[in-house]
């Protein structure tokens, strides 16, 4: 049996890629509301992430399973009262037009869902498709659920608990919980991500070489030039501060997806490769203790931020409007753009291909 394999049975970077591209797409137009508190013109972009998609269906399930245990409530009711408060309203074009998200999905998505999944040997292409799809469905399906409520019957036959949640400003804390608490954890577990994942790109191309050479050259990091130590070590200070202060007090108050404005981190670490001031495992275990550290303080701001929301006078609700940003426009795009992107780098330089396989059949789906 022959060793070679044909060339039009194994799965390339670009058919993995573009066949994950459309399941994102049809996640990102579906208009299914606000992402936990964030304003629904911001769902577009944070559903970029299938790890939020995923958390976003979760939530939104859990959501409605603790409005069933409401005595009198039933599915259609909680489902309405979810539909709600996510403040489903489609602002753009194509999600306020169920024809046209009906074609994109079966024109696009659905032959692209079969082929995908019907392939071997790419199971984090089809983890991440798997995300798309499930969270799609679930939407979709408890959206067309609350909307066969009209608001005209909710509000005459819900019962007044439900009714209150919906109306109430000061909503309950097991809603604010349920809503924000897991979104919060896959933005930060997905900036995390997407720091492995670009730093992985940017890495210098590994080497063989033997015991005694690598130890030489661990030697020598002493003998180098005294200006290049005094730009190393405050530089990597400043690439911390620089860090911290761009990612952590962004993730804490903006729905940062991936990276937060310009700065000169990537700067310093690209010149410190150049230069081979920093080696490869030193630079990829530094940026995970700053992950790391990035992600706990994350965590406490945004215990932080709650605490200080559910304080207030006599019970009331203060609310502390976020940060906008003069560029926020700029953001928004370079957000939407930065995940496709560092997606397509990833598969062009990091995706094997030598243990995968496709049917032979879905040619036939393009």
Not at 122 to 139: E, K, N
Request: glycine share 4%; net charge neutral; charged share 15%.
């Amino acid at each position: 049996m022959p060793n070679s394999r044909d060339s039009e049975s194994v799965v390339s970077w670009q058919s993995a890629f573009w066949g994950l591209l459309p399941l994102a797409l049809n996640s990102m137009l579906q208009p299914a509301g606000s992402v936990a508190d964030f304003p629904t013109s911001s769902s577009f972009v944070l559903r970029t992430s299938p790890i939020i998609c995923a958390t976003d269906a979760i939530s939104s399930l859990s959501l409605i399973s603790c409005y069933i245990s409401i005595p009198g409530v039933s599915l259609r009711y909680a489902a309405k009262a979810w539909w709600l408060q996510r403040s489903a309203n489609p602002c753009v074009q194509l999600e306020a037009s169920l024809v046209l998200r009906l074609i994109v999905f079966v024109l696009g998505t659905l032959p692209q869902s079969v082929k995908l999944f019907s392939c071997t040997g790419i199971p984090w292409t089809q983890a991440w498709g798997y995300l798309y799809v499930r969270s799609f469905v679930v939407l979709e399906v408890t959206s067309l659920i609350a909307r066969s409520v009209d608001d005209v019957e909710f509000q005459n036959s819900a019962p007044r608990e439900l009714l209150d949640y919906c109306t109430n400003p000061v909503r309950p804390r097991f809603v604010w919980t349920i809503r924000e608490t897991p979104i919060a954890w896959a933005r930060y577990s997905h900036a995390v991500f997407a720091l492995w994942a670009l730093f992985a790109l940017i890495r210098p191309p590994t080497t063989s070489v033997e015991l005694g050479q690598y130890d030489d050259q661990l030697a020598s990091w002493p003998t180098l030039p005294w200006w290049k130590w005094l730009l190393v070590l405050p530089g990597f200070v400043y690439s911390v501060i620089v860090f911290i202060i761009t990612f952590v007090l962004m993730f804490a108050s903006y729905p940062v997806l991936v990276f937060g404005g310009p700065n000169y981190t990537d700067r310093f670490l690209f010149w410190a490769y150049v230069e081979h001031i920093l080696d490869g495992a030193v630079a990829i275990a530094c940026i995970f203790i700053l992950g790391v550290t990035s992600f706990l303080m994350a965590v406490l701001f945004h215990s932080l931020k709650r605490k200080r929301i559910f304080s207030g006078r006599r019970g009331r609700l203060i609310h502390q409007h976020k940060p906008v940003l003069e560029d926020e426009d700029l953001d928004i795009a370079f957000y939407l753009m930065i995940a496709p992107v560092v997606t397509l780098l990833w598969y062009a330089r990091e995706y094997d291909s030598t243990s995968t396989m496709k049917p032979e059949w879905t040619n036939n789906l393009g």
